[in-house]
């Protein structure tokens, strides 16, 4: 099966500075991963996917990048902010017409200092 | 509109006991999923319906989880003779289609003593 590995484990940047957590996949068949923000106590939330079609995607501060040969994608957060303080995962999976079952790396505490 | 929602919040059991976790999906989204999610961990896959049925199961670690969706909606994660290490919190996700953004609920928090 599909196994993701994520890193950093923490992350601490000044509030500004940029912040770049990655990630790696096993499953060649993998074709969308996304990225979910979680802050303590409360739901993941999807702040942006990537599907295997595109190399790159951007919204406002946050883009992410996907390198198929390599099996690697990796989240930028530029400009960051106290309010981007939270635990960050990315995810894999391959939807063939059989579901969307998503494998989680192990998450990124990312603390922003004011 | 209502986002993914699920009760109880917060269930406490003792070893042994059967307990049951709902989750109500976003109206109108036809895939659903259960993860579950211990502490510091990214959430792992249990199983996955596509309306009615459960099209993936291979989550499910072992025959005493169990889960439903009778009419293709509303969905019940069910645990019997629960031991401490089914301790977690567990997820339900709703999509629109399987090709779609997963919605996540805020989970239930499940405590076995």
């Known amino acids: 099966g599909e196994n993701v590995e994520q890193h950093p484990s923490t992350l601490s940047v000044q509030e500004g500075d940029s912040a770049v957590i990655k990630c790696t996949y096993s499953d060649s068949a993998s074709n969308y991963f996304p990225w979910y923000k979680q802050e303590l106590g409360k739901r993941p939330q999807l702040i942006i996917d990537?599907?295997?079609?595109?190399g790159e995607k951007k919204d406002q501060r946050i883009a992410v990048t996907l390198n198929k040969t390599a099996k690697h994608f990796s989240l930028h957060i530029t400009e960051t902010q106290p309010e981007d303080s939270a635990v960050y995962f990315c995810?894999?999976?391959?939807?063939?017409?059989?579901?969307?079952?998503?494998?989680f790396g192990g998450g990124t505490r990312l603390m922003v200092k004011p | 509109g209502a986002g993914v929602s699920q009760t109880p919040s917060n269930k406490v059991t003792e070893k042994g006991k059967y307990v049951e976790l709902r989750c109500d999906p976003i109206?109108?989204?036809?895939?659903l999923y259960w993860y579950r999610q211990s502490l510091g961990q990214g959430p792992e896959f249990l199983i996955y319906?596509?309306?009615?049925?459960?099209?993936?199961d291979s989550g499910l670690p072992n025959d005493r989880f169990f889960a439903v969706r009778p009419e293709g909606s509303v969905s019940t994660l069910k645990i019997q003779r629960t031991e401490r290490g089914d301790s977690a919190v567990y997820l339900c996700a709703s999509s629109l289609s399987y090709l779609d953004e997963q919605f996540f609920g805020p989970g239930t928090r499940l405590t076995v003593l």
């Open positions: 109206s109108g989204h036809t895939a």
């Open positions: 995810a894999a999976s391959a939807s063939l017409g059989a579901g969307n079952m998503l494998t």
């Open positions: 319906f596509q309306g009615t049925g459960a099209a993936d």
């Open positions: 990537i599907r295997s079609n595109v």
